[in-house]
């Protein structure tokens, strides 16, 4: 079962223990963006573990500082960024170390998929 929520910065698709993002081209993701993001999870797993794929079709920004509220959120147990453009892997690598959690770079969804339900089933 697919549940889609749609938010003015992008949009959110829900599939077993994972979430897939989508951000739309230029938007920002702030403090705020990513609170809506994470309070809409909890909602809907409700304490059960799961999984972030940033899936990065579209350019857009993100403050570092969201995956310091990320990793500090008791359900969000590793988050997984797939893209295919090489000029994202410098803003990744910066990202990372803000998370205190797993945090790998795919280049497919699929991977990163596989990744996550690897580490969800521990």
């Not at 223990?17 to 951000?23: D, K, P, Q, R």
């Not at 999870?41 to 059960?48: G, R, S, T």
Request: hydrophobic fraction near 40%; aromatic fraction near 14%; proline fraction near 3%.
């Amino acid at each position: 079962m697919k549940n889609i929520k749609e938010f003015e910065f992008g949009k959110i698709q829900i599939e077993d223990n994972f979430v897939i993002g989508i951000m739309k081209e230029g938007s920002h993701v702030d403090r705020e963006s990513n609170q809506l993001l994470l309070s809409f999870c909890n909602d809907y797993f409700n304490d059960k573990p799961f999984g972030y794929i940033s899936y990065r079709l579209n350019s857009y920004s993100v403050d570092p500082t969201v995956y310091m509220d990320a990793g500090n959120h008791r359900g969000l147990k590793a988050i997984a960024v797939v893209f295919d453009n090489p000029l994202i892997k410098s803003n990744v690598l910066l990202e990372k170390q803000f998370f205190n959690q797993p945090f790998e770079s795919f280049n497919t969804v699929n991977d990163a998929k596989t990744w996550l339900s690897q580490l969800l089933v521990r």
